[in-house]
């Protein structure tokens, strides 16, 4: 299995893999929502900066 090296494109799939574990299991995280939050919007950014 080969690892990306974009930075921006790993954090997508992290959020996109936190995002459907949480669908389906309930885990109580204090601010999962603006973890979450951050963690899209540094992904956007990186991804549009190309890095």
Do not use: D, E
């Not at 996109?16 to 929502?33: A, D, E, M, R």
């Amino acid at each position: 299995m080969k690892i990306t090296k974009n930075l921006g494109m790993l954090l997508l799939g992290i959020w996109l893999i936190l995002t459907g574990l949480l669908g389906i299991v309930s885990i109580p995280i204090p601010f999962l929502n603006i973890i979450m939050a951050i963690l899209a919007l540094a992904s956007g950014i990186l991804i549009l900066i190309g890095k």
